[in-house]
């Protein structure tokens, strides 16, 4: 099996891949962060379907002193790829950002409510509608926020009493904005008005699929081509790219990634 860590061979090509090879025109529909557990790292772009992961660059504001720890990805209406920091990155906790897919630059976006409490410890951002949408907890699992953020760092809280974080994701076809805990078993719908979930399927956890190990953990969610993918892994290690079947809950094993990649967007 690959070593799961860029190395410096797949550094100097900048792809994190069986190999570290590409070949066939990677099309890479996915953008991803580093930031479980606080770390600092790099943006991502990922070609799901050939397993092929590139090395955008490090999460670094303009003076390249600072690194970012995400743990929410997004992509506005705008266009723009939009991002939230955990609650114990190393520094710039809790904050939104807006960060250059090009390069990986990082620039920070104020925010402006009355609700920004509820920003803290984002787990996954998504979009539906135009309407920006998040997840955050205190950790535990007992507190937790459902918000609206805009693209100038607006926060509005939908509810303050959602629990775990875990992973976001809107299917436009089934008109379902898809949540699973980060300790979770069922893929659950949330209700956009009321912040309330209604409970979904059983979500298999892959045990003999992928070196024996169970995927409980849920890092993150998005919707590529109408198939819900997410970052599992257990709690610190054994992180892999997962395709969720949304009518049978079946999980299928896709590539592994880095273990400190927490966030996933997907481009619209």
Known sequence: MMNRFLTAACAATMVFAAGCGSSGGPNYRLFAADGSYGSSGFLYAIDPDAGEIKVVGGLADSSGDTLYSLTGLVFGSDGVL???TSDDAPVQDNVFVSIDTQTAEVTE???ESD???????VGDLEIVDGTIYGVSDDGAGDTGCFLTVTTDGTVEMVTDGFGWAGGLAYDAAADALYHLTEGGSTLDTVDLESGELDEGIDVDDPVDDYDGMAYSYV???AMVDGRLLAI????????VLVEIDTDSGNVTVLTPVPDSMDALAAIR
């Open 82 to 84: 939009y991002g939230s």
């Open 109 to 111: 976006i104020d925010i």
């Open 115 to 121: 609700d920004d409490e509820c920003f803290d410890a």
């Open 219 to 221: 890092k993150a969610m």
């Open 232 to 239: 599992m892994g257990t709690y610190y290690d054994n992180s």
